[in-house]
């Protein structure tokens, strides 16, 4: 395989780790919320949040674009802080792929604390747990699948990605351009050795993570059985 | 049960029999084209459909993209009837593989290519913005530089614009600040959104009617890159369309000409 291929392996493992490491930051008090809150704005929220599910990444990937854009919103911002415009660069496509990965990571979460339910954080309130103390030392280690969940299909959507990829990275080698953007790369230059190569690649890696999430959620079924 | 069988039968009788007639009245008038073009051309290829399509009442389908994406989509047997290419090259191999129709391929147009910026101070008429070391170029409101170009290994546009780089002996200093576009269409739209300060575009995108629409312009003197001498040839598919050969006579016409040179092609 060539230095360029590696390096957007690289890259795309790197995009993908850390989208997965902030999604399960982000998403965890998130679905915690949309959990347990009973407020009117529940729906509202849930909804947004389910938005990049239905989205095609053509309307992600041009609002993105015009709001990291120097007279976009977030662009605003974030010359403001003197961080620049983030279109074009690394922190911009982890911006992307964190909102585009954001229902993969919060809904498996929600369910796990769903199914959960209120009684076993009573239980630990009773045995005077702070609620801090019964999320981090009950809820979440019961939550576990979901959570395991959640990092696997955030982590392979991540590496999935493709349309906000070519809307907001401008193809710049080492910064913006993926695995899945390079093989469209190869392909459209007609280089279809190479196009195979990764293309291959990402396919053994993708039912490798199916493979691994079904032997994920086999133990929970068995032992209920 | 048999009324509501008759019932069926006949209705489908007279859809189908109305669909016949309706295709059958259309095809006997009209044909249809399918034309795949370079998106360098994608704006006067708008307009010339227009008036191709009042003056033959033959219908006109575009289908746009790189020229080296659609070149990759002809291989693998897209429906085109026509292309449209950005280069001189393409053609002549699918010739060669049996896809193009030989002896009907020629220059439709030669375009040329802009430093374009829609800030409007940004590039100077000399281009001597792309002299200055990258970092001290007066950006307006964006820290991080960009420049913009469509994918030089697909789009002709691109290729051209980095002979124009090298050319010119500031390749290395802008290396660091390139971004590509998928196509040349893409590369613009970098620009026209700001998120790109400054790029190399087709003059027909931002000089419709030989007038800059908006910000600032340097047309880029067109020996600093190899001509971009845009070959039109017909389809194995469309060999047998009436249509398709039309339109590609139809580009020859003066009334055809007239429109391109508006857009800044000479032909």
């Given at each position: ?225 | ?34 034309v795949a073009v370079a998106a360098n051309f994608a704006a006067p290829m708008q307009q010339l459909s227009q008036a191709f ?7 006109v389908?575009a289908a746009v ?19 449209l ?23 439709y147009a ?94 027909s ?42 339109l590609?006579?139809?580009l020859?016409?003066?009334?055809a000409?007239?429109i391109m040179?508006?857009y800044?092609?000479?032909?």
């Amino acid at each position: 395989m060539s230095p360029e291929s590696w390096q957007a392996i690289v890259l795309t493992l790197k995009l993908a780790t850390l989208t997965t490491v902030l999604l399960l930051v982000l998403a965890t008090p998130l679905a915690w919320w949309l959990a347990h809150r009973r407020s009117a704005w529940r729906a509202a929220v849930s909804a947004v949040v389910t938005l990049p599910l239905v989205l095609p990444p053509s309307v992600l990937g041009f609002y993105l674009l015009v709001a990291l854009g120097p007279q976009g919103p977030l662009g605003q911002f974030t010359q403001a802080m003197g961080w620049g415009v983030m279109s074009f660069t690394f922190t911009g496509l982890l911006i992307g792929s964190v909102i585009f990965s954001l229902p993969f990571a919060v809904q498996p979460i929600q369910n796990a604390f769903e199914a959960l339910g209120t009684r076993p954080l009573e239980v630990a309130a009773t045995l005077r747990a702070s609620p801090l103390d019964a999320f981090f030392t009950v809820a979440l280690p019961q939550a576990r699948t979901g959570l395991l969940t959640a990092a696997v299909l955030s982590f392979a959507h991540t590496v999935g990605e493709f349309g906000v990829v070519l809307m907001i990275g401008g193809n710049i080698p080492g910064q913006t351009r993926t695995v899945s953007t390079q093989i469209y790369g190869h392909v459209e230059a007609m280089e279809y050795a190479q196009a195979h190569a990764l293309a291959a690649g990402m396919l053994a890696f993708s039912f490798a993570v199916l493979l691994a999430l079904a032997f994920l959620r086999r133990p929970l079924s068995r032992g209920a059985a | 049960m048999k009324t509501v069988d008759r019932f069926i039968l006949h209705t489908a009788r007279v859809l189908f029999l109305g669909l016949a007639l309706a295709s059958g009245g259309l095809r006997a008038h009209a044909a249809e084209v399918t034309v795949a073009v370079a998106a360098n051309f994608a704006a006067p290829m708008q307009q010339l459909s227009q008036a191709f399509e009042r003056a033959t009442g033959h219908r006109v389908r575009a289908a746009v993209g790189a020229t080296g994406a659609l070149v990759a989509q002809v291989r693998h047997g897209a429906p085109f009837h026509v292309l449209l290419l950005a280069d001189d090259r393409s053609a002549a191999l699918l010739e060669a593989d049996g896809l193009a129709v030989p002896g009907t391929r020629f220059v439709y147009a030669t375009g040329r290519l802009v430093l374009w910026s829609a800030e409007r101070a940004l590039v100077d008429l000399q281009g001597r913005v792309l002299g200055t070391p990258a970092t001290a170029v007066s950006t307006g409101a964006q820290p991080t530089l960009r420049l913009a170009v469509a994918n030089p290994k697909t789009a002709p546009y691109g290729a051209a614009a980095l002979q124009t780089l090298e050319r010119l002996g500031v390749a290395a200093r802008w290396r660091p600040h390139l971004v590509q576009g998928e196509n040349i269409a893409q590369a613009h739209q970098f620009i026209a959104s700001r998120n790109a300060a400054l790029g190399f575009v087709a003059r027909s995108q931002v000089m419709p009617d030989g007038r800059l629409t908006q910000g600032s312009a340097w047309l880029v003197p067109a020996h600093l890159h190899d001509p971009l001498r845009q070959e039109a040839v017909l389809l194995r598919k469309g060999e047998h369309d009436p249509a398709a050969r039309a339109l590609l006579a139809f580009l020859k016409t003066e009334e055809a000409r007239a429109i391109m040179r508006a857009y800044g092609y000479e032909p």
